[in-house]
């Protein structure tokens, strides 16, 4: 019995013999696609891209994207894959968004190590592109390596997979790692119809990805689909028309030494805005605590549990021997939201608009066993406070008034708030700083007149903006410069 060592994941997965209880399905898809010559794959084509945790209230699928140029290329050995795509928003009818804007994604994976290619955000064009380390990336990148029917095939006869008779096909089934469960359909002529696998996210928990093949032809001497539609938590995220394969192409892709050597540990500062008012920044995206009589309000829980940890160890740092008795979303974004659940866990009660409430909820309630957070293991009760017009929650010395932010086309259940003894606004997303060197947009973002617009109509008199994405605090005269208004 041949066995070989492969990494994925970080973990290292024995090869043996395939243990299939009917294997000749299997052992006959896998004849037909070459599996047992193809180390390296490479498949291009044109179609659209969705944008995952981003939809602009709970009911509304990922939002589109137009995709001119796809190309993925695929090393099965070591494992490892790097994914190149040219997209650009789809005009949606009826919601103001930006302009489209051209952007190329550079996307890798090597083993347990995932990054992004890309030139500084206002680099000239001649600028290098730097490798950001993306390890959150990783299951998802690993499970798109072994969903592609080449992929599976292999990853199949190396775990022991077993088969059954299902009506007009074949079920194959393996777990990768001890951990990650894939189950797949061969249909009647024994090609890889349906992948189905399941990841961790913060929002979602145990979270399907569902990738479906049809239209398959002979690519060069290569049998693959021409048509690849993958879903990411009940939505479309990838629908592709394939026009070319290629067989056994240099497909190498080193991890980068800045992204081998990048720390893992979850940095925050705490910048004091006003007496009793702290900017919990330290990454990409931003908190706001502030000190109430005999409690704290946390504005903001983005990315993860791990970051929220992060963001409750300072805040106790800063503003000892207080509870934090409410954390306040801004809206749903798995960004804006995926830390959430580690605030209920913490006791808070979560603030937020009411659209969003029933929407956390069923989702929380879905299976957490791939990893575990806090509140899957203390089984907490999340506790709400919502609102659907202005929301107060009082204080002497610090009141927090929270408005709906009216009419953006960035998110229909979406808050700014507002500090009335401080005069400080704080916003996420629908104004989101430049570098004090940078030079204003050519075009104005229409997220962000709408927010001076809301800012207008409610009246709100404005010293700073602690924006929840950017490098620094601004004024509303800074917002004002940004949207071309004198």
């Known amino acids: 019995m041949s066995r070989l060592m492969y990494p994925v994941l970080g973990l290292t997965l024995t090869v043996a013999g395939c243990a299939s209880l009917n294997p000749q399905a299997l052992n006959l898809s896998a004849s037909a696609l070459d599996v047992a010559n193809i180390r390296t794959l490479e498949y291009s084509g044109t179609g659209r891209w969705y944008q995952f945790g981003q939809a602009p209230n709970p009911a509304s699928p990922w939002p589109q994207f137009d995709v001119s140029s796809f190309k993925a290329d695929i090393n099965y050995v070591l494992p490892a894959a790097r994914v190149q795509i040219t997209r ?9 968004r930006p302009a489209p804007v051209e952007q190329r994604v550079d996307q890798y994976i090597n083993g347990s190590s995932a990054w992004n290619l890309a030139r500084p955000a206002n680099a000239p064009q001649s600028a290098e592109p730097v490798a950001t380390p993306q390890p959150t990336a990783v299951e998802e990148r690993a499970a ?8 599976f095939l292999r990853a199949a006869l190396a775990n022991d997979a077993t088969s059954k008779a299902i009506k007009n096909g074949t079920e194959i089934a393996f777990t990768v790692g001890g951990k990650y469960r894939y189950v797949g359909k061969l249909n009647a002529n024994n090609e890889v119809a349906l992948v189905q696998t399941w990841i961790d996210n913060p929002v979602l928990g145990d979270t399907l990805i569902e990738t479906k093949y049809s239209d398959y032809k002979d690519f060069d001497g290569v049998y693959f689909p021409s048509h690849i539609v993958r879903a990411q938590g009940g939505y479309p995220v990838l629908d592709i028309n ?8 240099p497909a190498e892709f080193s991890v980068p030494e800045a992204v081998a050597n990048a720390k893992t540990t979850v940095n925050v ?19 706001v605590a502030i000190e109430q009589s005999d409690h704290i309000i946390v504005v ?5 549990e791990e970051r929220s940890l992060a963001v409750i160890a300072k805040v106790k740092e800063t503003i000892p021997n207080k509870p934090i008795k409410y954390l306040v979303n801004t809206h749903a974004h798995f960004d804006h939201a995926g830390g959430l659940r580690t605030f209920v866990d913490e006791g808070s009660t979560i603030v937020t608009h009411q659209s969003n409430q029933p929407y956390f909820e069923k989702v929380w309630a879905e299976p ?3 990893n575990p957070d806090r509140l899957a293991k203390s089984k ?6 919502t609102f659907s017009n202005k929301h107060v929650l009082k204080d002497a010395k610090h009141p927090v008034e929270i408005y709906p ?5 960035h998110n229909d259940a979406f808050a700014l708030i507002y500090l009335p003894a401080e005069k400080i606004l704080i916003e996420a997303d629908a104004y989101t700083p430049l570098a004090a060197s940078a030079p204003a947009p050519a075009k104005p973002n229409p997220y962000s007149v709408n927010l001076y617009e809301n800012v207008h109509h409610l009246n709100l008199d404005i010293r700073k903006i602690a924006a929840l994405h950017g490098p620094r605090v601004t004024t509303l005269a800074d917002l004002q410069t940004a949207i071309a208004v004198n």
Do not use: C, M
Not at 405 to 409: E, K, L
């Open 300 to 304: 903001e829980a983005p990315q993860n």
């Open 368 to 370: 957490r066993t791939l």
């Open 380 to 385: 907490k009760t999340a506790l709400f406070e």
């Open 88 to 96: 650009s928003q789809t005009v949606e009818p009826g919601r103001l």
């Open 144 to 151: 798109e390596i072994w969903s592609t029917p080449q992929g």
């Open 405 to 409: 932010i009216a009419g953006s086309g």
């Open 242 to 249: 394939v026009s070319s394969v290629k067989l056994n192409p």
């Open 269 to 287: 500062k705490a910048d004091k805005l006003a007496d009793g008012v702290y900017y919990l920044t330290g990454g990409t995206h931003h908190s």
